[in-house]
């Protein structure tokens, strides 16, 4: 694999540790000020004025939040990117640095995320001779469905760039570690609501009108054992539900039920015919009830697969930031991430970097969520190591198309 100049990683490493005081105080500053999807307008602005400071020239996105900027000239490009969301979660830490915000809360690591990034382009800013470009897009949006990545994918803004690379915090780890995997690293994640209706009666005589009850139950049982008959286990789809609501007296059966869950799965392939699948079963189910059946079935996100060279990109740049003994096997998450709309354009590769600073671990999606922040000066310096691997990979190559998918996978066909 083709390696960049030394001093260029030393560089890197230098303007990290220099700066590492600064990079915390971002990541305060933005863990402090949260905003919600396609809302992230202070966000953007504070990392526009920091990467205008630095003499850098971002672009807004078209969705009015956030950015797009580059360092460097030439080919080849490579793409870094990080998500600027936050979750609508009460914080619940006892911390300076807590939201300001009411029941909003960077509860997932996207203050992390931001901070890393800005630190690794403004890293490779400060070099002299980058041997090409590195495009940075502060995403907007990933914390919705199908997510934010599919206006960047449509802005045309991954046009020309040879791969991608993005991070994700991972509690599990201990800050200081990185995860990679080949392959599948997240999972595909769709909403299905089914709703079921009937005549309704009295309990007393069930059989003289449809039991919802009865029905949903065995929609809420027999789904799922059906699905694992129907789909190759090796595929990892799974459905689990997460709501069901029906009547509101003992004695009385109800018109009207409902069901409400998601559907997760790691192949791709897969991922294109669960819709139909899903809908087949459920109407299959739904007739020996005599219910009348709506299925409301929500396409969200892709699986994130890990593009296998870019995974190498990655694993030289993890060498060389946290050493053999800090490089961790990640193991395959059924979480969605829409950094996999990515891939309908070029090869990406997704990495874990591990926050855990002892004690039980915090995990993601709670308002008791934090880190051990020197995971902050891993994640610059991985990621801009990334970057400067991939471009001396790239020198000269004409750019990887997107790894073969099957029509209509793209953003427009709706997690």
Not at 285 to 290: L, N, P
Not at 360 to 365: E, M, N, Q, S, T
């Amino acid at each position: 694999m083709t390696q960049f100049p030394e001093e260029l990683g030393t560089a890197v490493d230098e303007w990290v540790a220099e700066k590492q005081p600064q990079l915390v105080s971002v990541r305060r500053h933005l863990h402090a000020h949260p905003e919600l999807a396609f809302a992230e307008f202070e966000t953007t602005s504070f990392l526009e004025q920091r990467l205008r400071s630095a003499g850098l020239e971002p672009r807004r996105l078209p969705t009015g939040t956030g950015l797009v900027v580059e360092v460097g000239s030439g080919d080849p490009t490579v793409v870094l990117r990080a998500d600027i969301d936050a979750l609508p979660l009460a914080d619940l830490k006892d911390v300076p640095y807590a939201s300001t915000r009411e029941n909003t809360c960077h509860a997932c690591g996207h203050d992390v995320h931001t901070t890393v990034a800005l630190g690794a382009v403004l890293a490779l800013a400060a070099l002299d001779d980058l041997p090409g470009t590195v495009r940075c897009v502060f995403q907007p949006a990933e914390e919705t469905v199908p997510g934010g990545a599919t206006e960047v994918v449509a802005a045309g803004v991954l046009e020309g760039a040879s791969r991608a690379f993005a991070l994700h915090c991972d509690p599990s780890l201990p800050a200081g570690t990185v995860g990679l995997r080949t392959g599948a690293i997240t999972a595909a994640c769709d909403r299905m609501d089914v709703t079921l209706t009937g005549p309704g009666g009295h309990t007393a005589r069930p059989q003289l009108t449809v039991d919802l009850v009865d029905a949903l139950g065995r929609l809420i049982t027999d789904l799922p054992a059906l699905l694992s008959r129907q789909v190759d286990p090796r595929a990892g789809m799974s459905l689990v539900w997460g709501a069901v609501d029906a009547g509101v007296a003992a004695n009385a059966i109800p018109q009207r039920g409902h069901l409400r869950g998601t559907v997760r799965v790691l192949d791709r392939d897969t991922w294109q015919d669960a819709e139909a699948l899903l809908r087949s079963l459920v109407e299959r189910v739904a007739a020996t009830t005599g219910a009348d059946v709506d299925v409301d079935y929500v396409r969200g996100v892709p699986p994130v697969v890990n593009d296998p060279r870019a995974v190498a990109l990655l694993r030289s740049a993890a060498l060389e930031t946290v050493g053999s003994e800090g490089l961790r096997l990640s193991p395959q998450s059924m979480g969605g991430e829409d950094f996999g709309w990515f891939a309908d354009v070029l090869p990406i590769a997704l990495a874990r970097l591990g926050t855990h600073g002892g004690g039980a671990p915090l995990d993601l999606h709670r308002g008791t969520f934090d880190v051990d922040e020197r995971a902050i000066a891993v994640g610059v310096r991985l990621m801009a190591r990334t970057a400067l691997h991939a471009l001396s990979a790239d020198a000269g190559a004409p750019p990887p198309g997107p790894s073969p998918h099957p029509s209509g996978s793209g953003p427009g066909a709706r997690r």
